[in-house]
Structure formats: C-alpha cells, structure tokens
DNA sequence: AATAAAAATAGTAATCATTACTGTTTTGGC
DNA sequence: GCCAAAACAGTAATGATTACTATTTTTATT
C-alpha cells in the first residue's frame, strides 16, 4: 500500500506551482529548499510513481532529459529548439483519441511535442 | 561539405524498408548482415545526421530507446505498454500545426505517441 | 591515375541521466 | 508503544549515447 511521505508532498506540490515543466535535477533543487537532506533517488522514484498513477504527465522533447507536467487534459508542447523553453497550447478539442480508439487501441495518455522556434527565437 | 558514404545508405535504406520503427541498435543489427565491419557509432552518428536534416523522423516513446520512422508525413504513433510495438495511423488532417502557428510558433517538427494497449494485448 | 584536403569510419573510452542497492528512518494499523 | 510495510538518504552500478583518435574513403584537381 502506498504511504504518505513529506517528500513526496514537496515534490508533487512543486511540480504544481510551476508551468515550466521541471526536469528531476529542477524538482530537486527547487525541493532542497524545503528539504535540505532529499536524495536526488527519491525525487526520481517519486516522479517516476507519480507519472506511472497519472497525478503528472512525463514529457520528452528530445533535449535529453525527462521533463514533468502538471496539467492532465491534452495538450500540445512547443518545445523551442533555440531557447529550450516549453510552451503549452490546448488541443483537448482536437480529437486524436478518437483517431487511436477507431483503431482498436485503448489508450492511456498522449504526448504531443511540436519542435521549432518559439516567436522572441524566431524573430532574432 | 557531406560526403557519400555506404555506410549511411545502407542505414538510410533499412530505416526506409520497414515500418517497425528501428532503434539504433536494432538498425546495426540489420546493416552488419551487409557490412560486418559496420561500427555502432558510426549508426549513432548517421540516424542522429539523418533525423537532423530532416530524411527520417526520432521518436521517442518512453521505453528509454530513441527510435527512427522514415515516414514523414504527421501522424500519431501508438506505442502498446505490453508488448512494446509502435503502430503508425495518419493525423495529417489533424490541424495541429496551425494550431501551433497561430501562436506565432515556427514549427519544424511535430511528435505524437500515445501509450496504451495495442488491440491483441488489450483483449488478453 | 596520382595527390591532397575534407569527410567519414572503426574501435574504444568517456559521459551522465537514470536506476538499483542497502542500511536506516518513517508511517500506519493494532 | 510495537511491528511490519513503505519510504528514505546515500552511494554504487547501469547502459544508451557521445566523444575521441588514428586510419580509411571520398571527391576534386591536375
């Protein structure tokens, strides 16, 4: 059975303050903070239990790290190649799921990740 | 200036002679049939070139293995949890990257995988 | 077809994000 | 409070990918 932990707590709370989608290294140190003595094993195995009972989403854009999100509904990440920053845009209306489920497959959650260059990039 | 190589077509003509969506690895494998002496690196080196001018696509569908897709037309890849297979289905009439452009977004690229049950693993 | 500079390769060593391990601490039910 | 299960801190190990270097191949030029 699953235990609390104020670890988790912290880290789970952090990751839902903020919209920049944190890698475990940025969860860590954003959580030491609070919690000088946290392992960095534990921020890993917490988000990695977190993304795997869908309370946060895990994203990869393709820079190397593995990279978290709060927000559950589906959307699209604008991940700047430039810049690195990740940007969110909605697409819960773009039917996608139906597309997969038409098929036969039961799906469990998507990942949409666009690269290119974000507008302040695009414009130097 | 790029120069010719055996080595990168034989690379490039395996990823574009099946759909299973190949892994680095999976590509040495099929390439040492044609050149024993091939070098794992030098796979790494080529897909990585390839994917980055745009003549194959990287996806990464979170089983810890970048994998390669010549087909470069947006669609959706649904990765089955259970038995690992990466199924193609079109999306090219999805809209997503207009959604994208609106933004001021410059896109170069888009990804989509969703994770769930392929259509045999879910009825077991 | 010989020559030379640039590009690519084979083979190996290094990197580093992530995972596994272990002994200790915390949690939750009785 | 007591105990077993769960979680933790700290550290070691893993393994996909990248970097490095000496050698070979390619391409342009003569």
């Known amino acids: ?42 921020v890993y195995r917490n988000l990695a239990e977190l993304a795997e009972s869908g309370e946060i989403i895990s994203v990869n854009v393709g820079d190397g790290f593995e990279h978290y999100d709060c927000e559950r509904s589906y ?11 990740i940007i969110d845009i909605d697409a819960s209306e773009s039917g996608l799921f139906s597309l997969a489920e038409k098929s036969g497959f039961k799906s469990e959650n998507a ?8 507008k302040n990039c695009a414009k130097q």
């Open 1 to 42: 059975m699953k235990n609390y932990s104020k670890q988790r707590e912290a880290i789970l709370s952090y990751v839902r303050s903020v919209r920049t989608h944190p890698t475990a290294k940025d969860v860590y140190g954003a959580v030491k903070e609070q919690l000088p003595n946290i392992s960095l094993g534990t």
């Open 75 to 85: 959307h699209i990440h604008l991940h700047c190649n430039k810049c690195g920053e």
């Open 111 to 118: 990942v949409t990740v666009i690269n290119g260059l974000c």
